[in-house]
Each structure stands twice: as C-alpha cells, then as structure tokens.
C-alpha cells in the first residue's frame, strides 16, 4: 500500500512514516517548515519528503492519504483537492488503531506534562527487559535513537496525545488507541486553541478512561485533583496510584490500599521506590527533579503490568539516558553550557528551571516540581541565589505554542521564571506585550523581536560558569548552534 502522509513532519506524523514503512508500505509524505529531530529522522528512514501542500501531489496517486492536525480547511491546496475530488483519506490516530494497534496490547501515556519522557522510560524498561516492544513516541528517545518503531511484540508504548484528531473528528487523539495500561500523569489547562476550559479537557480524559477494560489498568497521579476528579466522573477498571496518595483511600484501590507508588530522594540523581510501602530498591541516573521521579513511578507501574517486576524496572531505569531536547546539553563553550528543552508551558517551565537550580545548588533533595510558592525566588527585580561558583541560569523561552502565541498563559510567566538569573524572550510572531507580561521580573527579563538581536544579548551576558537554558516546542530558528558560534566567535 502506498499511504501519503499531509503534515509528515510532525513528531506524531512522522512516528507512523517510520512505522509504516517498516510495516512494509510505500510511504511518501508533505509539510512546511521542517526542522530536526524529525527531518533528519525521515531522511535516515529513505522517506520522500515533499515541501509544501501542492495540489499536483495528487498525481502520486497514493491508496489513502493520512491526515495530520495540521491541516485545515481551505488552507492546503492539496487537502482541497482531495476532497474535491472524493479521495479516500484518514486521520492518523485512525490510521493507526486500525493499522497497528488492533489486537495488541497498548501502553498509553497521557497527560499534560511528561508524556514523552515517561514513554520513553517505560518503552525502554520493556526492552532492557526482552519484551521488544513497539512505539510510538512525540520525541526522540536517546536509548533507541528513533521515535517510532513495530515489532513482532505484543506490547505497544504510545504517547496519548490530548490535542484533537484532525480537521474533521474533533475528539483528543487518545480515544483512538483502546489501551489495556493507562497512564494519567496529570492535568492542567492547556491547548487554549482547541479546548475552552479545564472541564473540556478533563471531559476528553474521561473519554479515555471508558475506553479502558476491566481487566486492563489505570496509573493516575494520586496527588493531582484534576484526575482525581476525571476518576471521579466513572471508572470501571483497577486503579494504580502513584506520587502523592490521595486524600482518603480511593474506591477503586480495593482493600488493604497503602498508598500505592511511592519515591523518597536520596540526592539530586537518586531516590528510593517503595509500593504499597515495602521497599522495591534505589533508581540512579541522570536526570532530575520531582517530574522525572513521578514520571519514573508511573513508567514502573505500567511495566510491571506488562510483567516486568519493579525491581527490573528500576535496574533498567539506571541505564535510561533521556529523550532528546529534554535538558539536552547541546554543547559548551569558554565555560558557558547551553542546553536544549521542550519547555513551553509555565509549569513545564518552573519544573525544568527547578531541576536545574537544585543541580547547582547541590541540594540533597530537589523542590517539588511547579511555580513557585511563596519563601522561593521571588519574581522582582532581584536576582534568585547564583550556584557554587558563580553558575547562574540564563533562561531563554520562546512563546510558540499555540496556546502561548494567544496569551493565555502570560499572567503565569513571571512566577515561572523567577528561578532564572536572567530572562531573555523571543516575541517574533507574538500579538501581546511580553515586556509587560515580564515587567514583575524588572531588569532581569529582556525581550528581543529578531533573532541575531537576542543571540547577540545572550552572548553579551554570558560569563563562564553560566548555564543557558532554551526553552522552546520548536526550532527556535536554530539558536542553540548560533549562540554558541558566537560565543566561540566571541572568546566566551
């Protein structure tokens, strides 16, 4: 079969190139603006790979065209063509189920925050441990090198994306993929393009929650009120719980309920696991902050459903490296390290900036992931405590994502980002005042409209011993290898 994919370029649209054409289908695809991990991911795949939505792409003559969210009405000539001309056409998440996931066993990872990472951890739990899973992932997870993959294995990871389907089935992706183990990692407000309110969003979560059997699993954030109360609506599957238990023992924990998946940290890169308060042993790594120690918990309840005991699972946790743009050190020059994150939504932001400050800090334990609260780095025009030696955090954020660019998120910024030295934002594309969303940060916060005005500010900064943090959802014009051109250019 050859499948032509509209919008190829997008993490989720291209995980299923990969996994179709290693199904053994022709796979052709289109998009715009193209930029790594996924263009490079699609070439090393021998993918065509057409720029842009021509209508002429219709001569391809492909058996079914799949469709990305991307696409909208009367904006592609090509999609027009195809309706005006009564092609056959799919979405992807459709495309998927009926393709792929029919007759397996689905692992889903839902949630607002961390879905790609505890994906990853958990798809790379199930290899360290034989199982050879299948996945499909919204990022390029550093253990296997690939965001997507099919295999002859019956279990298969995917990242359960909330935003919706396509241009014409307006339901969150997620709805599509009838899990057997279901993760919830939390939940908050997001996507303001697509959902009105909190409650649509949780009204999409309890979707997915009648989607999954009696006999099958839910893993929830026993600390997050949102999915208790998504939880609340209905349910009609066992419940794990991990984090924080809830307030009074669940009616779904069943009898002699002890609080379910529990982390202590040791220091900045470890932390003890406990279940139902028995000791299950020690995780070592790399990464850090209390997200990635939730993220560990659910990925090692999902697994051992599979069957993998918690005890393979933490060892296998100590041989996971990360998913690429997660804290990824793009490199370092005269003493200035630069990193690469995904960071776009103000909790994602204050989390990832947390992590970092404890590492400099050399805390024995890190905060608790979130903005803020009160006694922490106050959004003024103080500077937050530097680290040992001097270390500062220069945090640099463009405000892509859709909900970003509508300014729905604005108010939220400050708190966010008050655990930074210094803040430098993008406003290229922005149709709100981000110097004034930023003024509770005084002179600590600049805002730069072109590219080279910013890498040259940043630069300007810059003193050894600084870590510079970039936070973006895309390719930030390739910032991370101008600034530190620059700063090789410069001497540091």
């Known amino acids: 079969m050859h499948i032509h994919i509209l919008g190829i370029c997008g993490t989720f649209m291209g995980g299923i190139a990969v996994i179709a054409r290693q199904a053994g289908h022709t796979v052709t695809g289109c998009d715009a603006n193209v930029y790594p991990p996924m263009s490079t991911q699609l070439e090393s795949q021998g993918i065509r790979l057409i720029e842009g939505f021509g209508a002429e792409q219709v001569d391809l003559n492909p058996d079914v065209y799949v469709v990305g969210n991307v696409v909208s009405r009367g904006k592609q000539p090509l999609m027009e063509e195809i309706l005006n001309r009564s092609l056959p056409y799919i979405s992807g998440p459709q495309w998927l189920a009926e393709n792929v996931l029919n007759g397996r066993w689905v ?77 919830l990692n939390n939940l908050e407000y997001d996507h303001a393009d697509i959902f009105p309110d909190l409650a649509a969003i949780e009204t999409q979560f309890h979707h997915l929650v009648r989607t999954v059997p009696g006999n099958g699993l839910i893993i929830a954030n026993g600390g997050d009120e949102n999915i208790l109360r998504v939880l609340g609506r209905g349910c009609w599957s066992p419940v794990d719980y991990f984090g924080s238990p ?101 909790t994602a932001i204050a989390t990832t900036l947390a992590g970092l400050r404890a590492m400099l800090d050399g805390r024995r334990s890190l905060p608790a992931a979130g903005p803020p609260q009160g006694g922490e780095s106050s959004p003024s025009g103080g500077s937050p405590r530097s680290g040992p030696g001097g270390c500062r955090i220069l945090a640099v954020l463009e405000p892509r994502s859709n909900t970003m660019k509508l300014g729905v998120m604005k108010g939220a910024l400050p708190a966010s980002l008050a655990g930074a030295d210094r803040v430098f934002c993008y406003t290229g594309g922005l149709d709100w005042d981000a110097a004034e969303a930023l003024r509770p940060l005084g002179n600590r916060a600049s805002t730069h409209a072109e590219l080279g005005q910013l890498v040259e500010a940043i630069a300007a900064e810059s003193r050894a011993g600084d870590q510079v943090l970039v936070m973006s959802n895309g390719g930030f014009g390739g910032i991370h290898d101008l600034l530190l051109a620059r700063l090789g250019g410069a001497g540091g």
């Open 246 to 346: 809830p307030p009074c023992p669940p009616p779904h924990a069943g009898e002699g309920w002890r609080g379910g998946w529990q982390a202590r940290a040791v220091d900045a890169c470890a932390f003890d696991v406990s279940l139902d308060g028995r000791a299950e042993g020690r995780v070592s790594w790399s990464l850090l902050g209390e997200h990635n120690r939730l993220n560990a918990l659910a990925a090692l309840a999902a697994a051992r459903h599979a069957g993998v005991p918690a005890r393979d699972g933490i060892d296998a946790l100590s041989r996971f490296v990360n998913v690429k743009r997660r804290m990824e050190l793009r490199g370092e020059v005269a003493g200035v390290r630069v990193y690469d994150d995904f960071a776009h939504h103000p």
């Open 107 to 183: 692992l889903a990872v839902a949630g607002t925050h961390g879905k790609t990472t505890t994906a990853s951890m958990l798809a790379w739990i199930l290899e360290d441990c034989g199982l050879n899973p299948g996945y499909l992932i919204g990022g390029v997870p550093m253990n296997f090198g690939v965001s997507a993959r099919l295999t002859d294995s019956p279990f298969f990871v995917i990242e359960a994306d909330e935003y919706d389907t396509a241009f014409f089935d307006k339901r969150s992706k997620f709805v599509h993929y009838r899990p057997r183990t279901a993760v």
